[in-house]
């Protein structure tokens, strides 16, 4: 990833399958575009294997980058990890998941959204995964941010 243009700081994420990768991070936010819907689909890995013009445009990478790419490239690393075990935990048992994500974008701005993922269901086996995000609240993402700072200093501490 290259380095933004804005003042950044460096962070090194480490995600579920034991991979990590260095991330460059501003304190600038990119709003959610009014009347739109960010849409993906993933495999059962986490792997994208579709991405609206939405998704492609708040990303900040080209549809090429994002199909076949895991869906934690987006994962900022203000995001608790105890925050995505509950999506997995819900989406593989065949439920549907709400909840608000803090993304990392490519050129290191962020965005927020409110998501709810759902299991894709064939002939009663789940096969993938697809999310809809959708403008969030400003007073829920201010109530979120103490919380989500609290759970990754637990989780800090512990490691």
Not at 19 to 46: A, H, K, W
Not at 71 to 100: C, E, N, Q, S
Not at 112 to 135: D, E, F, H, L, M
Request: glycine content about 6%; overall charge positive.
């Amino acid at each position: 990833m290259a380095q933004p243009a804005e003042p950044s700081k460096q962070s090194r994420l480490t995600y579920f399958d034991g991979s990590s990768r260095i991330v460059y991070v501003t304190d600038l936010e990119v709003p959610f575009p009014q009347g739109r819907l960010i849409v993906s689909s993933t495999d059962l890995n986490g792997i994208i294997t579709h991405a609206n013009d939405a998704f492609v445009e708040m990303s900040g990478y080209s549809r090429d980058e994002l199909i076949g790419a895991p869906h934690h490239i987006l994962r900022h690393p203000d995001m608790p990890k105890v925050a995505f075990k509950g999506l997995w935990d819900d989406v593989a048992a065949g439920k549907k998941w709400h909840g608000y994500v803090k993304n990392l974008r490519k050129d290191g701005f962020y965005y927020w959204v409110y998501a709810t993922a759902v299991p894709n269901i064939r002939n009663g086996v789940i096969v993938g995964y697809t999310s809809v995000r959708r403008k969030p609240s400003r007073t829920r993402i201010n109530e979120l941010i103490p919380l989500y700072k609290q759970w990754l200093d637990q989780e800090r501490s512990v490691s």
